[in-house]
């Protein structure tokens, strides 16, 4: 399938509206729509949800072309700003299977982001083997359906999976495309159905091509979109997709929610929602896998959690967040049904690290006598009880605010604190930053030979840059 889709009226209104200026479209060549009417779409809307009375296409609707062409695998070079299907890795590189993680992946994918993962360092890379084996079992989850539990411990910082997708398409809805020029004079509601049965059929072409038991896979996954006119394929989008970190790889000129992919997995998309999820997750683009790392110790027979909103929302707007997803009430978490004292609680501490987030420290130029030096890290201990409590240590925040106490504590000299922030802050760290933390932050020899921690003794000797008073 060859299409224009970033030549559509609605994808440069998006492209335009995305930068604030004119981009650099592509030619009329590079569509097959070359004839199409130009159609207006109102692209801000929301997909419905919930059982909706009247679901499919109004009557007279005309279905847009759809054309189907080989893209070789192997190719690096296409149009930056056309929308191709290539299944990656390419076959002949990296066969490695890991626990799970060693499939292709069906990529709907524009020409500029196929040869960003293409020349991103490493890839084809095969995805990491777990060191202690595989720690999971898929199994039944209650209210929730399935979910993912651990089979033993897994420690904080383990490495649960290393995953390829089975599909990565966009997650905005310019992957379809409108032929009919009488769209605009459909209902909103209708304008929505048109767009995911649009969606649907160009994700039968995705699904036509994917390997049979990828295509088992994926139609065995959840659908909570049955009644909501999604149809079969895009209702498991809609269920089970994970975004790809865009910063990592999205479409050339775009920004904010514009541009941006999902992937959906065998395993990765049976794992249910928490407010305080015990993991982190990641994308890489090298190996093509989402790595999950445990986020704390997780005891045996454990579920396994990842989050599905903004977890430092309050609760009602993680509710509104979760509601697709045809999760109501919300009872994952002592965060969510507590008793209302105790909700009220974790709304504080929630809202406290929200605000917190914009706020930077800086050490005082002299330190006072009398006055503890390490008084003005005070909001930092506090932002990182706030988040222990709230169990949130799978926040990329709880790493900046550990980074920031070991690395102030290095400095000031407190080996026994630096130690103590420095191990907690290693458990996490890979998880974000895909490599082990250096010893100078977690073991007493590296932080006493670290030039931070000499600094510090040179400046409490009074003989450093920073005199204290
Ligand atoms: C990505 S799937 C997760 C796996 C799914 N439970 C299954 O059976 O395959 C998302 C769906 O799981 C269910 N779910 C996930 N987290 C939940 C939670 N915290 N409470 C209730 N249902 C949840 C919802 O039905 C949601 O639409």
Not at 154 to 162: F, N, R, V, Y
Not at 443 to 467: N, V
């Given at each position: 399938?060859?299409?224009?889709?970033?030549?559509?009226?609605?994808?440069?209104?998006?492209?335009?509206?995305?930068?604030?200026?004119?981009?650099?479209?592509?030619?009329?060549?590079?569509?097959?729509?070359?004839?199409s009417?130009?159609?207006?779409?109102d692209?801000?809307?929301?997909?419905?949800?919930?059982?909706?009375?009247?679901?499919?296409?109004?009557?007279?609707?005309?279905n847009?072309?759809?054309?189907?062409?080989?893209?070789?695998?192997?190719?690096?070079?296409?149009?930056?700003?056309?929308?191709?299907?290539?299944?990656?890795?390419?076959?002949?590189?990296?066969?490695?299977?890991?626990?799970?993680g060693?499939?292709?992946?069906?990529?709907?994918?524009?020409?500029?982001?196929?040869?960003?993962?293409?020349?991103?360092?490493?890839?084809?890379?095969?995805?990491?083997?777990?060191?202690?084996?595989?720690?999971?079992?898929?199994?039944?989850?209650?209210?929730?359906?399935?979910?993912?539990?651990?089979?033993?411990?897994?420690?904080?910082?383990?490495?649960?999976?290393?995953?390829?997708?089975?599909?990565?398409?966009?997650?905005?809805?310019?992957?379809?495309?409108?032929?009919?020029?009488?769209?605009?004079s459909?209902t909103?509601?209708?304008?929505?159905?048109?767009?995911?049965?649009?969606?649907?059929?160009?994700?039968?072409?995705?699904?036509?091509r994917?390997?049979?038991?990828?295509?088992?896979?994926?139609?065995e996954?959840?659908?909570?979109?049955?009644?909501?006119?999604?149809?079969?394929?895009?209702?498991?989008?809609?269920?089970?997709?994970?975004?790809?970190?865009?910063e990592?790889?999205?479409?050339?000129?775009?920004?904010?929610?514009?541009?941006?992919?999902?992937?959906?997995?065998?395993?990765?998309?049976?794992?249910?929602?928490?407010?305080?999820?015990?993991?982190?997750?990641?994308?890489?683009?090298?190996?093509?896998?989402?790595?999950?790392?445990?986020?704390?110790d997780?005891?045996?027979n454990?579920?396994?959690?990842?989050q599905?909103?903004?977890?430092?929302?309050?609760?009602?707007?993680?509710?509104?967040?979760?509601?697709?997803?045809?999760?109501?009430?919300?009872?994952?978490?002592?965060?969510?049904?507590?008793?209302p004292?105790?909700?009220?609680?974790?709304?504080?501490?929630?809202?406290?690290?929200?605000?917190?987030?914009?706020?930077?420290?800086?050490?005082?130029?002299?330190?006072?006598?009398?006055v503890?030096?390490d008084?003005?890290?005070?909001?930092?201990?506090?932002?990182?009880?706030?988040?222990e409590?709230?169990?949130?240590?799978?926040?990329?925040?709880?790493?900046?605010?550990?980074?920031?106490?070991?690395?102030?504590?290095?400095?000031?000299?407190?080996?026994?604190?630096?130690?103590?922030?420095?191990?907690?802050?290693?458990?996490?760290?890979?998880?974000?930053?895909?490599?082990?933390?250096d010893?100078?932050?977690?073991?007493?020899?590296?932080?006493?030979?670290?030039?931070?921690?000499?600094?510090?003794?040179?400046?409490?000797?009074?003989?450093?840059?920073?005199r204290?008073?």
């Amino acid at each position: 399938m060859k299409r224009g889709f970033l030549n559509t009226p609605r994808a440069k209104k998006q492209i335009e509206k995305s930068n604030g200026l004119e981009t650099n479209l592509p030619k009329k060549a590079d569509s097959i729509h070359e004839s199409s009417p130009a159609i207006k779409v109102d692209f801000s809307y929301k997909y419905s949800y919930g059982e909706l009375s009247e679901t499919g296409v109004p009557k007279g609707y005309k279905n847009s072309k759809l054309e189907n062409t080989n893209f070789p695998d192997e190719k690096k070079a296409y149009d930056p700003k056309i929308y191709i299907h290539t299944r990656l890795p390419p076959r002949q590189a990296s066969q490695g299977l890991s626990n799970s993680g060693g499939c292709q992946t069906e990529c709907l994918v524009s020409g500029f982001v196929k040869r960003t993962i293409h020349e991103t360092p490493g890839f084809p890379s095969d995805p990491l083997p777990c060191p202690g084996g595989i720690c999971y079992r898929i199994g039944d989850a209650g209210e929730k359906g399935l979910g993912v539990f651990s089979t033993r411990l897994i420690g904080a910082g383990e490495l649960i999976i290393d995953e390829r997708p089975l599909i990565i398409l966009p997650s905005s809805s310019i992957f379809a495309y409108i032929d009919d020029p009488n769209f605009p004079s459909y209902t909103h509601e209708q304008q929505k159905q048109i767009q995911l049965h649009e969606q649907n059929r160009a994700m039968q072409v995705v699904y036509d091509r994917m390997l049979p038991e990828n295509q088992k896979a994926f139609m065995e996954l959840y659908n909570c979109h049955k009644s909501d006119g999604s149809g079969e394929f895009m209702g498991r989008v809609r269920t089970n997709g994970l975004m790809v970190d865009p910063e990592q790889f999205r479409d050339a000129d775009t920004t904010g929610d514009f541009g941006i992919y999902s992937a959906i997995y065998k395993v990765l998309s049976r794992i249910n929602h928490s407010c305080c999820p015990n993991t982190i997750r990641k994308w890489h683009t090298d190996t093509f896998t989402h790595r999950l790392y445990a986020a704390r110790d997780i005891p045996p027979n454990t579920e396994i959690t990842l989050q599905y909103c903004n977890l430092l929302d309050s609760s009602a707007e993680r509710a509104q967040a979760l509601a697709p997803y045809g999760i109501s009430a919300c009872t994952c978490s002592p965060a969510c049904n507590g008793d209302p004292a105790q909700i009220k609680l974790s709304s504080e501490r929630r809202a406290r690290t929200k605000r917190a987030l914009s706020s930077i420290l800086f050490p005082p130029k002299h330190f006072t006598p009398g006055v503890s030096r390490d008084r003005w890290l005070l909001p930092a201990i506090e932002r990182l009880r706030d988040l222990e409590e709230e169990q949130l240590e799978g926040l990329r925040h709880y790493k900046g605010v550990l980074f920031t106490l070991t690395e102030a504590y290095i400095h000031l000299c407190d080996v026994e604190k630096a130690l103590m922030y420095g191990r907690k802050l290693k458990k996490v760290y890979k998880a974000w930053m895909g490599e082990e933390l250096d010893p100078m932050y977690w073991t007493e020899k590296g932080i006493r030979a670290s030039p931070m921690y000499r600094t510090g003794m040179l400046i409490a000797a009074g003989e450093g840059y920073m005199r204290i008073t």
